[in-house]
């Protein structure tokens, strides 16, 4: 069955004195990083060029369809596309992704020791191209409203930098922009009049150029 699921190989905890614990966690989440991390996958991903993928849960059918073709040429870069991949944009994003070569790290919403593992992560997985990463501890085995606004701020100060499809004005997703934004953080989305909060926050319409040099460059579907 296309849902088929596997018990969950061995979770690695890493420490946050762990060499390997990483330190953007540490400078925007300040205090409030988590004393441990859990990982599935290859931790090496975590040196890669990173860039969360973001879009609230109502996204303007023509954004919709063009964040799908972005997710078709973020799959042929050398970036490692980082989220919780929650709303229905993003799980659909995850899908593209996992079918291509280039690295991908989830951030569920909640504890990932004991989860299962879906059928469409086994082989990145065992390829080494993707990290299942938590900061979540084990008694938090559900995800809520306030987990998922947990992970993403956790995602956030993991990454280079983050793509947003669509954030609702005065939604949980356009407040994190503006976090992103206080850390110092490149945000990216479209240029759409649906996009005017982000643009006006200072959001930037074209991504930086991603290696190899004969990848296609994703700023062209801006």
């Not at 004195?17 to 205090?31: N, R």
């Not at 945000?187 to 996009?195: C, E, G, K, P, R």
């Not at 930037?204 to 460059?217: G, I, K, V, Y």
């Amino acid at each position: 069955m296309g849902d088929a699921r596997t018990k969950s190989p061995e979770v690695v905890r890493v420490a946050i004195d762990d060499p390997t614990y990483p330190f953007a966690l540490k400078v925007c989440l300040d205090g409030g990083a988590p004393p441990a991390i859990s990982a599935i996958g290859n931790l090496d991903l975590l040196r890669r060029p990173t860039l969360a993928l973001f879009c609230s849960i109502r996204c303007p059918g023509r954004l919709i369809l063009r964040t799908y073709d972005l997710a078709q040429l973020l799959r042929q870069s050398n970036l490692a596309i980082v989220g919780g991949f929650h709303t229905p944009v993003e799980r659909e994003c995850l899908k593209v992704l996992l079918r291509g070569p280039e690295p991908v790290i989830h951030c569920p919403a909640r504890a990932i020791e004991g989860m299962e593992i879906p059928s469409d992560w086994r082989k990145p997985l065992a390829e080494g191209r993707m990290l299942v990463l938590s900061g979540f501890a084990e008694s938090d085995p559900r995800v809520t409203l306030d987990t998922a606004a947990v992970r993403n701020r956790f995602v956030g100060a993991l990454v280079d930098g983050a793509f947003v499809a669509h954030a609702q004005a005065g939604g949980r997703t356009e407040l994190l922009c503006r976090q992103l934004l206080a850390w110092k953080k490149a945000l990216y989305t479209f240029d759409d009049v649906a996009n005017a909060n982000l643009l006006r926050m200072g959001a930037s319409t074209t991504l930086p150029p991603t290696p190899p040099e004969d990848a296609p460059d994703p700023a062209a579907l801006f």
